[in-house]
């Protein structure tokens, strides 16, 4: 239970109570602090209770279903870059290389893994950095475009190995694109593109191509946590662009210097709050969708029981395919997927 202070119309201060596992907000005589009869935000039904958590590791990996709605597809983990705080910086080294042989055999099985692809909501493409694997990228993209023809398709880049004739085709076939950077404190990450102008010029094509369907995404550390000045950041360069957020560093980085103090966490806590209050933070589309989502977890109720993985992975619809050799099998509807 959680202990709030907070203040009423009248300026008086007043204490409610939030249970982080049943989402309920109380005030001190138990009684519900909100109403929400017409809110919104409130769904049909008992919404405290939705699908039980499922514990997933490398040994038991998840139960998948045929029926899915987002499709994860994992090139490889090679990246041209070495950020400081990257989850995926001790497994860079083990990144090998691959053929586009691997590419057609994923198409070629899919349909083992897949029974309804009009119900596919998602497709996406991971890496390391994805545009490695441009030569895999071409195989699959135009396949699963005609494959999943109700789907949305995004990538995510860090922008460096851009060129027309990519952008070109990513606008061919519909796709969005995030460019992972941390605006005033790239340096945490690596080398900044927007300081090569023949790299820069190209994130500008990009930008022109693609949006409103294309967005920055940075990651807040202890060298740039203010959310204003990261969107203010991006802005001068593209003014209207979107910008949104991957989170905060975790406390699991590769490079403890990239690791927020306890002072550090507090400031930036304490900021961010200013922000959220006055309104200005909430010019971020995911910053907005963040917030929509904290109070609709309030107004239904929503238990701490069906909470998942950030990235899905546990859950039956949405499995992560990887083109690199690996096994693909998925032979029927609840059995289990480990590629």
């Given at each position: ?34 109403d ?27 139960r ?19 950020c ?14 691959s ?10 099985n ?12 998602k ?15 071409e ?7 005609q ?38 404190g ?20 990009a ?25 203010d ?38 900021t ?38 950030k ?21 029927e ?7």
């Amino acid at each position: 239970m959680i202990r709030l202070e907070m203040l009423n119309r009248n300026g008086e201060v007043v204490p409610l109570f939030y249970d982080q596992h049943t989402s309920r907000l109380t005030e001190v005589n138990g009684w519900a602090a909100l109403d929400i009869s017409g809110n919104p935000l409130k769904k049909e039904g008992d919404c405290g209770h939705v699908r039980p958590f499922i514990a997933v590791d490398y040994d038991a990996p998840g139960r998948k279903t045929r029926s899915v709605k987002k499709l994860k597809i994992q090139l490889g983990l090679g990246c041209n870059y070495s950020c400081a705080y990257c989850l995926q910086a001790t497994q860079i080294h083990k990144a090998a290389a691959s053929s586009t042989r691997d590419a057609s055999e994923f198409l070629a099985n899919i349909d083992n893994w897949i029974s309804e692809p009009e119900g596919m909501e998602k497709v996406e493409f991971w890496g390391g950095e994805p545009l490695l694997y441009w030569k895999k990228i071409e195989i699959l993209a135009p396949a699963l475009k005609q494959k999943f023809p109700n789907a949305r398709f995004s990538i995510i880049t860090n922008g460096s190995l851009l060129t027309r004739e990519i952008v070109d085709k990513l606008k061919e076939w519909d796709f969005s694109m995030a460019i992972s950077h941390d605006g005033p404190g790239q340096s945490v990450r690596g080398d900044d593109p927007f300081e090569d102008p023949n790299k820069f010029a190209f994130i500008q094509y990009a930008f022109k191509r693609l949006h409103p369907r294309f967005s920055f995404n940075s990651v807040l550390t202890p060298k740039s946590h203010d959310v204003n000045a990261i969107i203010d950041w991006f802005q001068d360069y593209f003014p209207g662009c979107n910008v949104g957020f991957e989170g905060v560093v975790h406390s699991y980085a590769s490079d403890p210097s990239s690791i927020f103090s306890i002072e550090q966490l507090q400031a930036f806590s304490d900021t961010l709050s200013r922000q959220l209050v006055d309104g200005s933070a909430l010019r971020s589309g995911a910053l907005r969708e963040k917030l929509r989502r904290a109070v609709g977890s309030i107004v239904n109720e929503q238990s701490s029981e069906g909470l998942f993985q950030k990235c899905g992975m546990d859950m039956p619809g949405v499995p992560g395919g990887r083109p690199q050799g690996q096994r693909h099998d998925l032979p029927e509807r609840g059995s289990q997927w480990q590629p």
